[in-house]
């Protein structure tokens, strides 16, 4: 198994402003930023801008296990993966079944563009400026029934093309689930770019699930099937290390870590760490979907 540890984060890491960091940018993620938040006083508390992460960071500096657990590994290794043409499976309680073309399934769906903070289980963080679309409307357009309560999306299994799952470092093929409520939320999308680029395949091309307020784990790359479910799936993580891993995977600053805090993160290319915020500071959008839930028991 896996040991996951909030690894050291190199002097060379440490870097200034982005290229990208336009107006656009910010524009583009203004209307879900800007929606409900007391925004000066948050910003101070938060402690500062939120700059972009450099692309070369975002791509080069990696968790997708099937391409090696280093985190230079997969911008190394996942070059070869063959991502066109691209067919995905849909399963389950949902009307439009079937194997069909990544290029289909998108057909008609509106592409967004969100810079979101990212999370990760291991104390890092990141801001990144995702293409793609909302999962919602992706759910929409492929009618799931009135059983489907869960949506699971499974990563390629391909050992030839992705020589970590001839390991056993984990269970194959990564699969992770959301609840349909939290997939229906507009912050929840399926991401085919980043800086305005077609994903580089490190970071899950040709499309990988982006969820903003959970743990980076969440998010599956290289998705080959969606599967709508009538009760919540196993998932990768979940199965590997329960205790440490819940379903839910929600960024809770409250809940460490068994052998580490999530108090504090490090923002890569800063100095100092960061206090982490309640679901990754996206509590005034999301906090509603779990009401009434105990979220130190549902991790
Ligand atoms: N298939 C697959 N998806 C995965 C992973 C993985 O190992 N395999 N790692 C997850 C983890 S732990 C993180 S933090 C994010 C990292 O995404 P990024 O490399 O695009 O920043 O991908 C997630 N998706
Ligand atoms: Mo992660």
Redesign the pocket.
Same mark, same amino acid.
């Given at each position: 198994m896996l040991i996951r540890r909030p690894p050291d984060i190199p002097a060379s890491e440490i870097t200034g402003e982005s290229l990208y960091q336009n107006r656009r940018a910010w524009l583009s993620t203004a209307g879900v930023t800007l929606a409900g938040l007391a925004l000066p006083a948050r910003a101070r508390a938060w402690g500062g801008d939120d700059k972009l992460t450099p692309y070369d960071v975002?791509t080069t500096y *990696? *968790?997708?296990?099937?391409f090696g657990t280093g985190k230079d590994e997969p911008a190394k290794h996942a070059g070869g993966l063959k991502t066109k043409p691209w067919m995905v499976t849909v399963e389950g309680d949902v009307k439009k079944k079937g194997s069909i073309y990544l290029d289909d399934l998108l057909k008609g769906i509106p592409l967004v563009d969100r810079t979101y903070r990212?999370r990760?289980?291991e104390a890092w963080s990141?801001v990144i400026p995702w293409n793609g679309i909302m999962l919602g409307d992706l759910i929409r357009k492929l009618e799931p029934g009135t059983k489907a309560k869960y949506v699971e999306f499974t990563?390629l299994l391909d050992p030839k093309q992705m020589p970590g799952q001839e390991s056993g470092v984990l269970g194959w093929p990564?699969v992770e689930a959301l609840r349909i409520d939290e997939a229906m939320h507009p912050l929840a999308l399926l991401t085919t770019g980043v800086y305005g680029k077609p994903l580089p395949n490190? *970071?899950?091309a040709p499309i990988r699930l982006t969820v903003p307020w959970k743990y980076?784990?969440k998010?599956?790359?290289?998705i080959v099937r969606i599967r709508f479910l009538e009760t919540q799936p196993r998932t990768t993580w979940n199965i590997a290390a329960p205790q440490e891993y819940g379903f839910l995977g929600n960024v809770n600053p409250n809940v460490s870590h068994p052998r580490w805090t999530q108090k504090e993160e490090r923002r890569l290319g800063e100095f100092f760490k960061r206090p982490t915020l309640m679901f990754n500071g996206y509590a005034d959008q999301v906090g509603q979907l779990y009401t009434g839930l105990d979220l130190k028991a549902n991790f």
């Open positions: 975002v *990696n *968790n997708y296990d099937e990212m990760c289980v990141m990563t990564y490190q *970071n899950g980076g784990f998010g599956g790359k290289s």
